[in-house]
DNA sequence: AATAGAAATGAGAATCTTAATCATCTGAGC
DNA sequence: GCTCAGATGATTAAGATTCTCATTTCTATT
């Protein structure tokens, strides 16, 4: 568990931030909303509050230590930032988020965004579609 | 006012539906929030509640005359379907929204997915910037 | 043009996600 | 251990969107 990552961020080492922490360093689904966090902290007997645990994402996120994602739903997902951008792929029958990243898409980003006079700052991209490998559970038969 | 294209998508030709059209086709804003539209409505002296005007986009949305989108902030935007797909530029500083279309990109995202074993069906695709040029009323002096 | 039935509307309530409030509690340094 | 700035939690609030249901409006038919 990297305390080291809060106390950089002028963060103080919190019970709350270090089992959220632990929970987005651990999990097997490197995509989390909220509401997900707070469950797993509930489960695992943690007396944390949801208004806590938005509270520290946003903090988080603030600090650059994770992700907020807006996919298709209404609820946002949280990942660990761990280094590298890049972007997500998402299974429309099974909800599996992958990640990729094409330096292609990426150079043609800045020369778009050039030749309509724009310095880009920021881009999101989603692709949406469906898992043909035997990992989704929902593949046509 | 394409009153056959709401008659193609199965729905009646109300007034309340006639106006939005009207709205979407002849705002020189192109994307416009359902509460945007409202505001508009109420200008022009109509009486349309605001669940009708959710309603209604919903239900255009399904017929595929238009498109919601999701940029950054609270409230999705609707544009006109006019044919073409295309992804959006949007600018940090005075939230104008451009069009542009890069086969290159499309191309791209296609073989990521395939690469990944996805059957992309959709994507959403969205740069942020700074306008550069003398059109942005924000732009660094 | 009057009418009936189905569909659409409007006002407000409800829902969902996220953020704000504020009194209480906790961690870091002394 | 003590102090206090900062953090937490329970609740309330806010903003966007959807739902409910009684009333109204189209469309097709007399």
């Known amino acids: ?10 963060l103080k080492v919190t019970l709350p931030r ?3 922490l632990e929970i987005l360093e651990t999990s097997e689904t490197r995509h989390l909303s909220a509401e997900a966090i707070y469950r797993e902290l509930l489960d695992s007997g943690e007396e944390i509050g949801l208004a806590t645990v938005y509270r520290v994402l946003t903090q988080f996120e603030a600090a650059g230590l994770v992700c907020r994602l807006h ?3 209404n609820q946002a997902v949280f990942e660990l930032e761990r280094g590298g951008h890049h972007d997500h792929i998402v299974c429309n ?3 599996r988020v992958e990640e990729f990243f094409d330096e292609t898409i990426e150079r043609r980003q800045r020369d ?3 030749h309509h006079g724009f310095a880009i ?3 999101a991209l989603v692709l949406y579609g469906d898992c043909v490998d035997s990992a989704c559970p929902h593949r046509p038969a």
């Open 1 to 10: 568990m990297e305390t080291s990552n809060l106390k950089k961020a002028g």
């Open 18 to 20: 270090m089992k959220i």
């Open 71 to 73: 996919l298709e739903g």
């Open 93 to 95: 029958q099974c909800g």
């Open 112 to 114: 778009v965004a050039q």
């Open 121 to 123: 700052k920021d881009h």
